[in-house]
């Protein structure tokens, strides 16, 4: 069997997988043969938030999602867990370890940003970018550790960015997290390389998706239309073509069942932050 395109009696955990990004991967490892769950929250701490608010509806996607994927034969199922929250990612996985008994691979896909010069930025914007970006990836991997060493080993894949790799005006704090992020896993891959556990994270370029197309109303230049400044945009890749989840959730997969590699940040961002 190859594990590269075959997760039959696998499962994994896709963490922020109701909508963009995190649901290409959902429905990627399901169409693999996984059995997958999917969580996500309908509500953010604040509204310091590319949502603008602190109502949101990623975990009413993620049943729209799984019940869409389970009406075609495949194994998914929708758990509500916010993932800064350590009591909801405890309950999380204790319900994981419960009703599937393994985990092969866990993707932490969640991310919110908010944009503001740091000289007006409040204190409070700060911690609830950085926690809504990098709490998380420590919450559920600390959670995850013990069920991927009791199946054997697996995989844990983060979600940095190309903040996480270059520094962008008005993002400081999600930048300050996407960095985390890289560092984080790096550190853990070394703690568990002998454990059969591999820890890899993608920084994503621009996609267009829920956040980008709130970054796209805030950097509109003055007397701009939308189709110009996609334009700009896209004048910053190298290959001139946006990245798609589809794009994203390739790479997820292949880092999911690549057994030598770990410690890496890998980037699918059209050559956007190349050396």
């Given at each position: 069997m190859d594990f590269a395109r075959d997760f039959t009696g696998k499962v994994a955990l896709v963490v922020g997988g109701g909508r963009g990004?995190?649901?290409?991967?959902?429905?990627?490892?399901?169409?693999?043969?996984?059995?997958?769950?999917?969580?996500?929250?309908d509500t953010l701490p604040s509204a310091f938030n590319h949502y603008r608010s602190a109502r949101v509806t990623g975990f009413s996607e993620a049943g729209e999602l799984a019940a869409r994927l389970t009406g075609e034969g495949l194994e998914v199922r929708a758990v509500q867990a916010d993932a800064s929250d350590e009591e909801q990612?405890?309950?999380?996985?204790?319900?994981?370890?419960e009703r599937s008994g393994r985990l092969d691979a866990v993707v932490n896909a969640f991310g919110?940003?908010?944009?503001?010069?740091?000289?007006?930025?409040?204190?409070?914007?700060?911690?609830?970018?950085v926690s809504g970006n990098l709490d998380g990836v420590f919450l559920s991997a600390r959670s995850a550790l013990p069920l991927l060493r009791a199946s054997g080993g697996g995989a844990?894949?983060?979600?940095?960015?190309?903040?996480?790799?270059?520094?962008?005006?008005?993002?400081?704090?999600?930048?300050?997290a996407k960095f985390g992020v890289v560092g984080f896993t790096a550190a853990l891959a070394q703690e568990v390389a002998r454990d059969g556990i591999r820890v890899n994270a993608v920084c994503p370029g621009i996609v267009r998706s829920n956040m980008w197309r709130y970054l796209l109303s805030e950097f509109t230049r003055p007397g701009e239309s939308e189709?110009?400044?996609?334009?700009?945009?896209?004048?910053?890749?190298?290959?001139?073509?946006?990245?798609?989840?589809?794009d994203i959730a390739e790479l997820v997969v292949f880092l999911a069942s690549a057994t030598?590699?770990?410690?890496?940040?890998?980037?699918?961002?059209?050559?956007?932050?190349?050396?």
């Open positions: 990004i995190g649901a290409a991967v959902v429905e990627g490892f399901a169409r693999r043969g996984a059995r997958v769950v999917v969580a996500d929250t990612v405890r309950r999380l996985y204790a319900d994981l370890a919110v940003t908010h944009v503001s010069p740091v000289e007006t930025m409040e204190l409070t914007e700060f911690r609830q970018v844990i894949v983060n979600f940095s960015s190309v903040s996480g790799r270059s520094g962008f005006a008005k993002v400081a704090h999600y930048c300050a189709d110009e400044c996609w334009d700009r945009m896209r004048s910053m890749i190298p290959q001139r073509e946006f990245q798609t989840p589809e030598k590699i770990t410690g890496q940040a890998i980037s699918v961002d059209g050559g956007m932050t190349a050396p």
